[in-house]
């Protein structure tokens, strides 16, 4: 087997996981505690809507990595901790994960 064919092999068994502190959207809250859906000060030049569709990115790249059982609970915290103080964002977010996945079921 050649070394690119035996590393690409090497790849597919090795199990990736995208760790939840890694998300742009978790951190610490204001109040010290942990949250899950922790937004940062919006400029007054950004678009919240284009804020609320790369965190939705970065939660379906969650996905991909960590599979639905982990995405399904993520969401559920996310959701536990809406809304943020901006609904824009949490619009855009919610509306854009919802037509992927409405995309993902329909190509099935």
Known sequence: MSKPAQQNANYQHTA???????LPFVGERADGRFGYWVLADLGDDQDP????RTFAAWYLL????NGPMAAEDLMDRIEREMPSRYPAV????LA????RRSQNSSAA
């Open 16 to 22: 990736h996981r995208l760790p939840v502190t890694k």
């Open 49 to 52: 809507r284009i804020a609320g």
């Open 62 to 65: 969650y996905a991909e990595y």
């Open 90 to 93: 949490d619009r855009a977010f």
């Open 96 to 99: 854009e994960v919802m037509s």
